[in-house]
């Protein structure tokens, strides 16, 4: 597994599914960009005016922080795992139904990998940085190993680091220019609406909602098929063991998809 081959089958697979990853994107992301535009705008007028009492408007900074920051990992922890679960069968299967997304998505484990890895990530980084490249590299695939294999938390950052081990430089190398990449863009994104529209909440909302909308795909894509790739090279093959159970004297492998 090169980078190389990694980028075009990403490439491929984003542009082949392009319709449902965008339209599940602004089904995410333009809600959830509203709120964060409103949390922006509670904390700018804040901002310019300042006190020392705490009164009403301290107590909905307060409240903005929380409500930005739960609602914009929701939505990337969304998405990650529709992605996951959209491409879990194979890069040629058909994405399931939003409703079945919806229903299907562990939601709690999915928040604490995300919390969890990027708290690793962001210490790491304080860290003289190389610490926090390698936390990176070994747990970048936690989150999708959650959807696509139905695991804990825990057991999702050992089975990563466990299918990184050979391919740190591969997974270091497709990941990390796409997370400096989109950073790029959506500061551009964020910075564009501000040119065509003069209302400050109207065009805030947009740039949110139209740079999650165009940057999260890529990385979750290439995120997914890594994950895919290095799953089906190394099994797991302490957990295929544990899930057969003797019944009669006859083994039963567990039904789970």
């Known amino acids: 597994m ?9 490439v491929r697979v984003s542009w082949r599914n392009a319709g449902y990853l ?6 995410i ?16 007028i804040r901002a310019e005016s300042p006190s020392e009492a705490f009164d009403l408007g301290a107590v909905a900074l307060i409240v903005a922080v929380i409500v930005q920051a739960a609602t914009t990992l929701l939505g990337e922890v969304f998405y990650a795992g529709a992605v996951g679960l959209a491409l879990r069968q194979g890069e040629g299967s058909p994405p399931p139904a939003l409703r079945e997304v919806a229903r299907r998505l562990s939601y709690g484990r999915l928040i604490a990998v995300d919390i969890l890895f990027g708290l690793g990530t962001a210490l790491g980084l304080v860290l003289l940085i190389v610490p926090g490249i390698v936390f990176f590299g070994w747990f970048a695939l936690a989150g999708p190993i959650v959807e696509i294999e139905d695991r804990g938390v825990r057991a999702a950052f050992a089975r990563s680091r466990r299918l ?19 950073e790029l863009l959506a500061v551009g994104l964020l910075q564009l609406p501000h040119l065509l529209i003069h209302d400050a909440l109207f065009s805030d909302w947009l740039g949110e909602s139209l740079s999650n909308i165009l940057v999260s795909p890529v990385y979750a894509v290439a995120a997914v098929l890594m994950t895919l790739e290095l799953a089906a090279r190394r099994p797991d093959q302490t957990r295929e063991t544990d899930e057969r159970h003797t019944i009669g004297g006859e083994p039963t492998v567990s039904s789970r998809p």
């Open 2 to 10: 090169t980078a190389r081959e990694i980028y075009v089958r990403t």
């Open 29 to 44: 992301f333009v809600p959830l960009g509203l709120v964060d535009a409103l949390a922006d705008r509670v904390q700018e």
């Open 22 to 27: 965008l339209i599940l994107g602004a089904l």
């Open 164 to 182: 990184v081990r050979g391919s740190f430089r591969t997974v270091v190398l497709v990941l990390l220019p796409i997370v400096v990449a989109s």
